[in-house]
Every structure is written in structure tokens, then in C-alpha cells.
């Protein structure tokens, strides 16, 4: 049911208890109901609209006091259809009435009142459940409901409030109940396998997009009714759901059961920093039979689950493991701290002593680049594999003695860690 109450509000002094208007206390704004539903309404501080052609200028059976509105779309086929009303409680102040008038209204202009056309039972005085009926409506074709509250008879000064249950049927309306379902709905699976889940609907016309989520928490939007995650863990539930139809819109959903995860221990262990030239001993943990290290150049073993291991550069290393029917991974990274010692300054006077720019651990890096800008930007001298035999001199792309001053390299060394260092250069002379 679809609660739709007013807002209630207090008076600072005394308490006094006053209802807002619904917004479909106006004919523009009126509230769509649609099959399958059931609306809680009420035309609590309702009023109406009257002036020549507006939308409470009417006398059908009743003539408005404090009118409310409603409307329906009926489907392809068009035909009857029964709105009927329920739970009826009345305000009960003096002098107020306590029944309801209602009909049904085709309007060939919305709102616009020269236009309408009363439709079906009239209802004039209800202060019990009822119904309004129409038969033979036309397909595809938006009609109204409007509620008025009585005020007539003797004694009475106000008109009649109250909040009500209404729900609409019939063939005019009628429509299949939208579903959803999703495949597959329990495992096992394995730990950090890649599973495809795929949803069907039923019933289901202008279907949008399909919204996954796990455990109740959004993972993915997709305009296709498929959905792929490696992230599962044992007892986590996937479900679905997706919007059916344009007018009324309908949001069937399913979800798994609770999934069955397999897994077993497995850790690559911590990563570890060495020196260039020194080994390291890999903490591999599993209880899987069957398990590998790669890469397998220079490991002392990869089917032993602490191999030694003496790597030229950084390098991650995967266990991988399997079980019986489930494959899991975990990885290593061995970090080859650099041995790149970077001056800041020296001194290109031929006396001897400090009369290159060398670089320390450059050698171990064949393909490092280096490139030498002055303070405005303009490249001063660059290099590709620097080495203390290809030292800088301190001269420029001419063979021109640089000026004594403030320069700024970077040292770029092109290895798998990508390693770059920036910073300036002081040329003494």
C-alpha cells in the first residue's frame, strides 16, 4: 500500500492540529493510480477551484465543496474498469459531514471542465465502502477520478474530510505482474572466480537498465541482463532488479540464495625490499596440493613454497594453488631498492677532481634516459644509457663550456618500476 497523507503541522501556542493541502488537491497535479496498488488518500484541508471552464466547475451528481483528484491510463486494449474505495475514516468535528461524492471524468482537455464527460456511477452520499464503474473505455487513454467531501443537511457548516484506501481493476487496466529471475541462485564456486549471472524477465515491456547489487549494496548498472564479479565471498547474495513499463512503472526483483564460496588458505607472503645483488626467501603459505611461483626466472625452486629468489629489478611474484576443482592466487613483490646516488653539484674546470657529473648506479640501467634543461627550459644535454664513461662535461650541445649556474635534469630509468628522478644541478666552475 502507498501511504499519501498529508503533512501535519502544530501551532506554536496551544497545539492546535492543522492538515496541509495534498498536491493532488489540484486537477494538474493529480495522482496516478495503477493496478496492483492500493493508495492511502484524503482530501484533508482540500478546497476547490471554481471559476467558468476551470476544473471544479461542474454538477454531475454533486456539485465540489473540497474536491481531490486522481487519474488512471488504461492499457492497449481498452474496456471496463472498477475503482473501489475502502477503510473510509471521517473527520468528526461539529457541523462537519461525513460522506463522500465521487465519479469518474473523461476529459477531452485535461482539466478544462467545457470538456468533460461524466463516466459510469455517480456517488453521492458514501459513508461506507464503494465503488465507482465505467465501462467500454477507450485503449491507451488517461481519465479521471475526482472526490469531494459532502456538505450537506441539517446542521451541517463544513465539509466532509476523510482519509480513505483506493485501488483500481478491470479488464480497461489489467496487466501482467512483471517478474525477474536470476541465474545461477546458489555455487559453489570458487574463491575469486569470475561468475556470470544473467537475468530473465517476464512480462516486461520498455525494460531499462538492470541494477546488480550484493549483499543490498549497488555493484553495477548494465544495459544487458548479465553481470560478471570475481569479488564473492562465502553467504553473500546477489540480487537484481529493472524497471517494467513507462506509465506505472514497475520494479520486479530477485536475488540468490546465499552463495557457496569455496576456498582454501593461501599468502604469497609480505612484500620485501633487497639491494641490488641480494636474494630474498619467499613466505608462501597454502594447504592446496598442488602450487607454483612465477615468474620462474631466477627462483631456486617454483614448486617449493619458500624458493629463494634473486631478482635484477622489482618483480611480483603469484602463487598460484589449486584443489580440486578451485585455482586461487596471491602475489609478492620483491623491491630492487635503486642504487642511483644523484650529486647536486660539480665543477667542469679540468682540475682533475669532480670535472664530470657522475651518477652512481646508472650503469645497471642500459636504457635510462637523461635530459639536462636550463632555468628558462631549454635543453642543455641529453642522453640515452649514461655511464661514467659518457659523464656529463658541462658543455653544451655545441661543445661550448656552460655557464656556472643553477641547471635541472631528469632521470628517467625505464625499468619496470618506471623509476623517475627530478631535481637541480649546481655547474662550478
Given at each position: 500500500m502507498r501511504l499519501l497523507y498529508g503533512i501535519i503541522f502544530f501551532t506554536l501556542f496551544g497545539g492546535v492540529q492543522l492538515n496541509a493541502q495534498e498536491d493532488y488537491n489540484n486537477?494538474?497535479?493529480?495522482?496516478?493510480?495503477?493496478?496492483?496498488?492500493?493508495?492511502?488518500?484524503?482530501?484533508?484541508?482540500?478546497?476547490?477551484?471554481?471559476?467558468?471552464?476551470?476544473?471544479?466547475?461542474?454538477?454531475?451528481?454533486?456539485?465540489?465543496?473540497?474536491?481531490?483528484?486522481?487519474?488512471?491510463?488504461?492499457?492497449?486494449?481498452?474496456?471496463?474498469?472498477?475503482?473501489?474505495?475502502?477503510?473510509?475514516?471521517?473527520?468528526?468535528?461539529?457541523?462537519?459531514?461525513?460522506e463522500l461524492q465521487a465519479t469518474i471524468i473523461e476529459a477531452i482537455a485535461p482539466c478544462d471542465a467545457t470538456t468533460y464527460t461524466q463516466l459510469g456511477n455517480c456517488v453521492s452520499n458514501a459513508s461506507v465502502n464503494f465503488s465507482l464503474n465505467a465501462v467500454g473505455l477507450?485503449?491507451?487513454?488517461?481519465?479521471?477520478?475526482?472526490?469531494?467531501?459532502?456538505?450537506n443537511g441539517v446542521g451541517i457548516t463544513e465539509p466532509a474530510e476523510c482519509t480513505f484506501d483506493i485501488a483500481i481493476s478491470g479488464a480497461g487496466v489489467d496487466r501482467p505482474v512483471s517478474s525477474i529471475s536470476i541465474d545461477p541462485i546458489a555455487g559453489p564456486f570458487c574463491l575469486q572466480e569470475t561468475v556470470t549471472f544473467t537475468a530473465?524477465?517476464?512480462?516486461?515491456?520498455?525494460t531499462g537498465n538492470y541494477q546488480w547489487f550484493i549483499n543490498g549494496v549497488l555493484a553495477a548498472t548494465t544495459t544487458i541482463p548479465n553481470f560478471q564479479t570475481s569479488d564473492l565471498v562465502?553467504?553473500?547474495?546477489?540480487?537484481?532488479?529493472?524497471?517494467?513499463?513507462?506509465?506505472?512503472?514497475?520494479?520486479?526483483?530477485?536475488?540468490?540464495?546465499?552463495?557457496?564460496?569455496?576456498?582454501?588458505?593461501?599468502?604469497?607472503?609480505?612484500?620485501?625490499?633487497?639491494?641490488?645483488?641480494?636474494?630474498?626467501?619467499?613466505?608462501?603459505?597454502?594447504?592446496?596440493?598442488?602450487?607454483?611461483?612465477?615468474?620462474?626466472?631466477?627462483?631456486?625452486?617454483?614448486?617449493?613454497?619458500?624458493?629463494?629468489v634473486t631478482p635484477t629489478e622489482t618483480v611480483t611474484y603469484t602463487l598460484t594453488a589449486t584443489q580440486g576443482a578451485?585455482?586461487?592466487?596471491?602475489?609478492?613483490?620483491?623491491?630492487?631498492?635503486?642504487?642511483?646516488?644523484?650529486?647536486?653539484?660539480?665543477?667542469?674546470?679540468?682540475?682533475?677532481?669532480?670535472?664530470?657529473?657522475?651518477?652512481?648506479?646508472?650503469?645497471?640501467?642500459?636504457d635510462a634516459s637523461l635530459k639536462v634543461y636550463t632555468r628558462w627550459g631549454q635543453p642543455i644535454y641529453e642522453t640515452i644509457g649514461y655511464s661514467e664513461l659518457k659523464a656529463w662535461d658541462g658543455t653544451d650541445q655545441r661543445g661550448k663550456p656552460a655557464a656556472t649556474g643553477v641547471y635541472f635534469y631528469v632521470l628517467e630509468l625505464r625499468d619496470t618500476q618506471e623509476q623517475e628522478f627530478k631535481?637541480?644541478?649546481?655547474?662550478m666552475r
Amino acid at each position: 500500500m502507498r501511504l499519501l497523507y498529508g503533512i501535519i503541522f502544530f501551532t506554536l501556542f496551544g497545539g492546535v492540529q492543522l492538515n496541509a493541502q495534498e498536491d493532488y488537491n489540484n486537477c494538474v497535479d493529480a495522482l496516478e493510480i495503477c493496478p496492483n496498488e492500493t493508495y492511502s488518500v484524503n482530501n484533508l484541508g482540500a478546497n476547490i477551484t471554481f471559476c467558468p471552464g476551470c476544473e471544479d466547475d461542474f454538477a454531475f451528481c454533486f456539485t465540489p465543496q473540497n474536491s481531490i483528484w486522481l487519474s488512471f491510463t488504461t492499457n492497449a486494449a481498452g474496456g471496463d474498469v472498477q475503482v473501489d474505495f475502502s477503510n473510509l475514516v471521517f473527520e468528526m468535528s461539529a457541523g462537519q459531514d461525513n460522506e463522500l461524492q465521487a465519479t469518474i471524468i473523461e476529459a477531452i482537455a485535461p482539466c478544462d471542465a467545457t470538456t468533460y464527460t461524466q463516466l459510469g456511477n455517480c456517488v453521492s452520499n458514501a459513508s461506507v465502502n464503494f465503488s465507482l464503474n465505467a465501462v467500454g473505455l477507450n485503449p491507451t487513454t488517461t481519465y479521471y477520478i475526482v472526490i469531494d467531501g459532502d456538505n450537506n443537511g441539517v446542521g451541517i457548516t463544513e465539509p466532509a474530510e476523510c482519509t480513505f484506501d483506493i485501488a483500481i481493476s478491470g479488464a480497461g487496466v489489467d496487466r501482467p505482474v512483471s517478474s525477474i529471475s536470476i541465474d545461477p541462485i546458489a555455487g559453489p564456486f570458487c574463491l575469486q572466480e569470475t561468475v556470470t549471472f544473467t537475468a530473465s524477465v517476464t512480462d516486461c515491456p520498455d525494460t531499462g537498465n538492470y541494477q546488480w547489487f550484493i549483499n543490498g549494496v549497488l555493484a553495477a548498472t548494465t544495459t544487458i541482463p548479465n553481470f560478471q564479479t570475481s569479488d564473492l565471498v562465502q553467504g553473500d547474495v546477489v540480487s537484481v532488479q529493472t524497471a517494467c513499463y513507462l506509465i506505472c512503472p514497475a520494479t520486479p526483483t530477485d536475488a540468490t540464495n546465499a552463495l557457496n564460496i569455496t576456498s582454501f588458505p593461501i599468502d604469497a607472503g609480505p612484500d620485501q625490499t633487497i639491494q641490488l645483488g641480494e636474494s630474498a626467501i619467499l613466505g608462501g603459505v597454502t594447504t592446496a596440493p598442488t602450487f607454483q611461483w612465477t615468474p620462474t626466472f631466477n627462483v631456486s625452486n617454483p614448486l617449493n613454497l619458500n624458493p629463494v629468489v634473486t631478482p635484477t629489478e622489482t618483480v611480483t611474484y603469484t602463487l598460484t594453488a589449486t584443489q580440486g576443482a578451485c585455482t586461487l592466487t596471491d602475489q609478492a613483490t620483491i623491491i630492487v631498492a635503486s642504487l642511483i646516488e644523484i650529486p647536486n653539484s660539480f665543477s667542469p674546470n679540468n682540475d682533475g677532481a669532480n670535472d664530470t657529473w657522475i651518477i652512481q648506479g646508472t650503469e645497471l640501467y642500459p636504457d635510462a634516459s637523461l635530459k639536462v634543461y636550463t632555468r628558462w627550459g631549454q635543453p642543455i644535454y641529453e642522453t640515452i644509457g649514461y655511464s661514467e664513461l659518457k659523464a656529463w662535461d658541462g658543455t653544451d650541445q655545441r661543445g661550448k663550456p656552460a655557464a656556472t649556474g643553477v641547471y635541472f635534469y631528469v632521470l628517467e630509468l625505464r625499468d619496470t618500476q618506471e623509476q623517475e628522478f627530478k631535481g637541480s644541478l649546481t655547474i662550478m666552475r
